[in-house]
Nanobody, 117 residues
Framework: QVQLVESGGGLVQAGGSLRLSCTGS????????MGWYRQAPGKERELVAV???????NYADSVKGRFTIFREVVNNAVYLQMNSLKPEDTAVYYC???????????WGQGTQVTVSS
């Protein structure tokens, strides 16, 4: 399992931008993808964006065209550039690393993003 630490959350007005960062430590040899999830109050955790080791990306429909995921494999880091933020983007954002072997998922502690209208 790997250890993940997020940073970059905060309070921003609607239409603004934030960049989230996630840095990892530990053994990344079995990690096949890294990504971001979010959980709003009273809602289930949902996928925001994921990037595989091969470079493929997948985004939630609600963030397509506004969010971009970047990964630095050499630094075991993943970033989420969030533009044109909306109040409905308000949530705790979690970094995830998915491994090909168990335990499959490692999570960061989460970082709060609040978008004011």
């Amino acid at each position: 399992q790997v250890q993940l630490v997020e940073s970059g959350g905060g309070l921003v007005q609607a239409g603004g931008s934030l960049r989230l960062s996630c840095t990892g430590s530990g053994s990344f040899q079995h990690i096949v993808a890294m990504g971001w999830y979010r959980q709003a109050p009273g809602k289930e955790r949902e996928l925001v964006a994921v990037r595989t080791r091969g470079g493929s990306t997948n985004y939630a429909d609600s963030v397509k065209g506004r969010f971009t995921i970047f990964r630095e494999v050499v630094n075991n880091a993943v970033y989420l550039q969030m533009n044109s933020l909306k109040p409905e983007d308000t949530a705790v954002y979690y970094c995830n690393a998915r491994a090909a072997v168990a335990p499959h998922d490692s999570w960061g502690q989460g970082t709060q993003v609040t978008v004011s209208s």
